[in-house]
């Protein structure tokens, strides 16, 4: 690993450790040539597909561009980042399942607003409201009421 201060290839692991989930390691490195310290992580990458674009073009997934959304959406909301690296997983993790070499942009669309409305209801309703394309105030209506209205209890029938 090349010191990212002076470009010395002469660098030296120090300290090694998991995350509790134990899918990321963080290694504290000391650079032989300067003496200067950095951290690295380590983390499975996994080939995630291709996002086909609604004008056909394809781009590669970027976890990156994803997670600037949903902080845009999630701007001065009371979710923590560990919460929104959480859902991040949790989309990726949907993506990989799938077994899909390529997930048309509105299949992700809806992934990140599932898990939006469980994060923060304004967030989703930010989000939607940019990702809908909404025509009108009734189509912005719809989803405030889809997101006010609470779930009905489910009632047991007795055999």
Do not use: W
């Not at 032989?32 to 997934?61: M, W």
């Not at 048309?104 to 939006?116: C, T």
């Amino acid at each position: 690993m090349k010191c990212p201060f002076c470009g010395a290839a002469s660098t030296q692991v120090t300290d090694t450790r998991e995350n509790d989930e134990g899918d990321i390691i963080r290694r504290r490195r000391r650079c032989g040539d300067c003496d200067k310290r950095f951290t690295t992580y380590e983390r499975i990458e996994l080939k995630l597909p291709q996002v086909v674009k609604k004008n056909g073009s394809r781009a590669e997934y970027e976890r990156e561009k994803l997670l600037g959304s949903m902080k845009l959406a999630l701007r001065k909301r009371p979710v923590t980042a560990e919460s929104v690296e959480h859902a991040l997983d949790r989309i990726e993790s949907r993506l990989l399942s799938l077994g899909e070499r390529e997930v048309p942009s509105d299949k992700l669309g809806e992934l990140v607003m599932r898990e939006l409305k469980r994060l923060d209801k304004v967030a989703y309703i930010r989000f939607a409201s940019v990702y809908r394309n909404f025509e009108d105030a009734e189509e912005f209506s719809e989803v405030i009421r889809e997101v006010s209205t609470p779930a009905k209890p489910r009632t047991r029938t007795r055999s």
